[in-house]
Nanobody, 124 residues
Framework: QVQLVESGGGLVQAGGSLRLSCAAS????????LGWFRRAPGKEREYVAA????????YYADSVKGRFTVSRDNANNTVYLQMNSLKPEDTAVYFC?????????????????WGQGTQVTVSS
C-alpha cells in the first residue's frame, strides 16, 4: 500500500533552517503532485508547497515564498522541504500528501494519501 513517511522535524531558533523529508513508497508517483501542508495549534491544516513529480514544477503559499524550497529525488522516491529563515509562526505539524493528477494541489481534499506528520517548533 502507499506509504508517506515524513522526517526531519525538530526544535530550531527563529532565523534557523530545517529540511523535511517525505519518503514515498507503494506505487509509481509519476502522475502525482506531492504537497506539504501544516497544522498549527488550534488551526486548520493549511497548504505550504507542492511539486509535480514528473515535471518538477513547484508551487508555494505566499506565507513561505522565498523562504521554503520544495524538491524531489526521483531515484529515492523522496520529496524535500527546505525551510530557511524560520519564524515562530511556522511552528506546526508538517504533513506530506500525494495528489493523483495534481489538480487543486493547494486544496487538502484533493489529496489521496497522507503521512503521519512531523513536528516543527520554532522558538523566538
Amino acid at each position: 500500500q502507499v506509504q508517506l513517511v515524513e522526517s526531519g522535524g525538530g526544535l530550531v531558533q527563529a532565523g534557523g533552517s530545517l529540511r523535511l523529508s517525505c519518503a514515498a513508497s507503494g506505487r509509481t508517483f509519476s502522475n502525482y503532485a506531492l504537497g506539504w501542508f501544516r497544522r498549527a495549534p488550534g488551526k486548520e491544516r493549511e497548504y505550504v508547497a507542492a511539486i509535480s513529480w514528473s515535471l518538477g514544477s513547484t508551487y508555494y503559499a505566499d506565507s513561505v515564498k522565498g523562504r521554503f524550497t520544495v524538491s524531489r529525488d526521483n531515484a529515492n522516491n523522496t520529496v524535500y522541504l527546505q525551510m530557511n529563515s524560520l519564524k515562530p509562526e511556522d511552528t506546526a505539524v508538517y504533513f506530506c500528501g500525494a495528489n493523483r493528477g495534481g489538480a487543486y494541489y493547494w486544496r487538502e481534499y484533493a489529496y489521496d494519501y497522507w503521512g503521519q506528520g512531523t513536528q516543527v517548533t520554532v522558538s523566538s
